[in-house]
């Protein structure tokens, strides 16, 4: 973390250091993020990412004397009187051409993203029509988010306004009712199109939680606003765990997109729907979103992508070191940026080919983190433990399978589930052993 381009700001606001959320708005800004951008790579509600940016800058302000914006903020630090504060002295603040070590989603901007441009084109495509419903698969780190980043300007660059709800941010309490679940999302949708909630006015205890939330949609939400609402789900998997309130909230996703053909109002809305893995909470298959619509499943990079993201990393690798390095990883696009990265910094590949697996090679610190999600839960543990020795003796239940799947550690070939890739095949098995 660039401690030394904070220094100054916490110096401003004394005794009152920025907090986490803080320093994320800080940043990114700083970077040229957009709120939205932010609120998606953070996993924090977009309004509250908001609310934070705005009591951010009215402090700046308060400490400084003057007007600081989000806008303005790079000009007003660089231009400081005293050279010691100037911005030129925090080269990790100031843009520049210096790689950075992968992190979280990548920039609508950035170079490293690798497109599939079937997979974009079609789902660019399909969040312009009336009622469009785009459904995007793919375990932890495969780059989902990078895609509804895109996706995102895409929809705002044709006029839609994006509107992120990320499930994982929903308190705990609200999994156990329908009721409050529902109006929490209700009010949520609301502030973010900066409209005041209204669900008394719409929610009648004797219709139901579903048709108040019908009504709620279509009568107030969508019939207040002029442009098409793109309406993205982050995190849906957190439903699944779930089962009770899944199956009064997924057919919502259906109904409101087969709504769309019977009646206009409803063409206004489209739908993203994110998940990490299958969906195993019994659905009827005309009350499920995961049959309708397009479904994107983002497949581990091939060779020809492999070798397109190392020209942008501005290596000059053979076609046996790549082959190597894909089989290693499998295709894990998150994988395959951390190893371009370390090659950048001049790391032998003969070296990091020996030594990744091990705890001082470059994956040690996503290998050891998700060693400590796994060790936590025993059944998790002792699952993972029988794929890794490929002993199907003793059945697996589907939270299980769907946890280990979401993870990232393992995938189905066919009916065979087995470990993601050989770099977490020779981890374990060293770790288990």
């Known amino acids: 973390m660039p401690q030394s381009a904070l220094a100054i700001v916490n110096e401003l606001l004394a005794p009152n250091p920025l907090t986490y959320i803080q320093e994320i708005v800080f940043l990114r800004s700083l970077d040229g993020k957009r709120y939205r951008e932010i609120a998606v790579e953070s996993g924090y509600d977009y309004d509250y990412v908001k609310e934070v940016g705005f009591q ?31 911005l030129s002295n925090f080269p990790l603040i100031v843009r520049s051409s210096a790689l950075e070590f992968p992190r979280g989603p990548l920039p609508v901007d950035s170079k490293f993203y690798v497109e599939r441009s079937a997979i974009e084109s079609l789902a660019y495509r399909e969040i312009l029509k009336p009622g ?18 895109r996706l995102i300007a895409h929809a705002e660059s044709n006029g839609l306004v994006p509107v992120v709800l990320n499930l994982q941010s929903a308190d705990r309490r609200l999994f156990s009712n329908l009721n409050d ?7 949520l949708i609301s502030r973010q ?3 005041e909630p209204q669900l008394d006015a719409y929610w009648d205890e004797e219709s139901g939680s579903k048709l108040s939330c019908n009504a709620y949609f279509q009568m107030y939400l969508l019939d207040k606003i002029e442009a098409g609402v793109v309406l993205i789900f982050d995190e849906v998997t957190a439903l699944f765990e779930y089962p009770e309130l899944a199956q009064d909230v997924l057919p919502l996703f ?8 019977q009646n206009k109002i409803w063409q206004k809305l489209r739908l993203i729907v994110v998940h990490n893995t299958e969906l195993y909470v019994p659905l009827k298959l005309n009350q499920s979103p995961f049959n309708v619509g397009l479904p994107i499943e983002l497949a581990e990079l091939n060779f020809d992508q492999v070798r397109m993201l190392a020209q942008q990393y501005e290596l000059d690798l053979r076609c046996d070191e790549l082959n190597q390095l894909q089989r290693l990883v499998g295709g894990h ?3 395959l940026q951390v190893a371009f990265y370390w090659l950048q910094q001049d790391l032998p590949i003969e070296q990091l080919l020996e030594e990744a697996h091990t705890t001082v090679g470059i994956y040690h610190a996503d290998l050891e983190r998700l060693w400590n999600r796994i060790q936590q839960h025993p059944n998790l543990l002792d699952a993972f433990r029988s794929i890794l020795a490929n ?11 769907y946890k280990l799947e979401s993870l990232g550690l393992i995938k189905r070939q066919g009916n065979q589930l087995m470990v993601r890739c050989p770099l977490y095949q020779q981890y374990f098995t060293a770790y288990l052993s």
Do not use: M
């Not at 402090?59 to 504060?85: C, E, F, M, Q, W």
């Not at 469009?132 to 989902?144: C, D, F, W």
């Not at 679940?181 to 009010?187: A, D, E, S």
């Open 56 to 86: 951010l800058w009215q402090n700046l302000s308060h400490a400084l004397g003057r007007k600081v914006t989000k806008k303005n903020v790079r000009l007003i630090l660089a231009g400081l009187d005293s050279p010691a504060n100037s």
């Open 132 to 149: 469009g419903l785009v459904r995007i698969k793919a375990p932890q780190q495969s780059g989902k988010t990078s895609l509804v980043l």
């Open 181 to 187: 679940f529902l109006r929490w999302l209700c009010v």
């Open 193 to 195: 199109l900066s409209l």
């Open 254 to 261: 259906r109904i409101w997109h087969e709504s769309a053909a």
């Open 333 to 335: 696009p998150y994988l």
């Open 391 to 401: 002993d199907y003796s003793v059945p697996f239940g589907a939270i299980t399978v």
